[in-house]
């Protein structure tokens, strides 16, 4: 769990994030300290306006949770993470939207994408065969199978199975 940790803090002087956590100071991280095996990485609360390359050759990655970042979108790289089963954007600008790459993760279960300022259901998520749960501020297409649920007074869509 590197949520909000004090390692990502940028010390190289060229950043323009020198004294923020920042995803070069990850990128070093990871590339000291390989982690083949990972099946869950938070990076929750850190600032961060981008991901890593680094963390997409996490082949083994099931859980990544990205909440409560800056981050503006993801790269198509997204579709490395080939066993990703949640994704957990909450709390982040999302203003690019989700790239076509998320359609190619074929065992995504859940995704959160509360508080993202998606303005629409994302149609890339329509086609995953998996996807049993969408946590969004907004409805999927009425056609499509989804029906709506609460916990805890937040509203998610499950997906009805036949």
């Not at 323009?16 to 070069?24: P, Q, T």
């Not at 099946?39 to 409560?68: C, I, K, M, Q």
């Not at 998606?118 to 501020?137: H, K």
Request: net charge negative.
């Amino acid at each position: 769990d590197l949520s909000t940790s004090e390692e990502l803090r940028c010390r190289n002087l060229m950043c323009e994030h020198v004294g923020e956590r920042c995803a070069c100071r990850l990128a070093m991280w990871f590339h000291q300290h390989p982690l083949p095996n990972l099946r869950e990485l938070s990076l929750s609360g850190n600032d961060l306006r981008h991901v890593p390359l680094p963390v997409f050759e996490l082949a083994s990655l099931r859980v990544l949770d990205l909440t409560a970042n800056k981050l503006r979108g993801l790269p198509e790289e997204v579709d490395r993470l080939e066993h990703l089963e949640d994704l957990r954007l909450r709390g982040n600008h999302l203003d690019e939207g989700l790239p076509s790459a998320v359609g190619r993760l074929d065992k995504l279960r859940t995704v959160d994408l509360r508080d993202t300022d998606i303005d629409a259901f994302p149609e890339v998520l329509l086609g995953l065969p998996r996807l049993d749960e969408a946590w969004t501020d907004v409805p999927p297409p009425a056609d499509q199978g989804w029906t709506a649920s609460s916990d805890d007074d937040t509203c998610y869509y499950q997906r009805r199975r036949t």
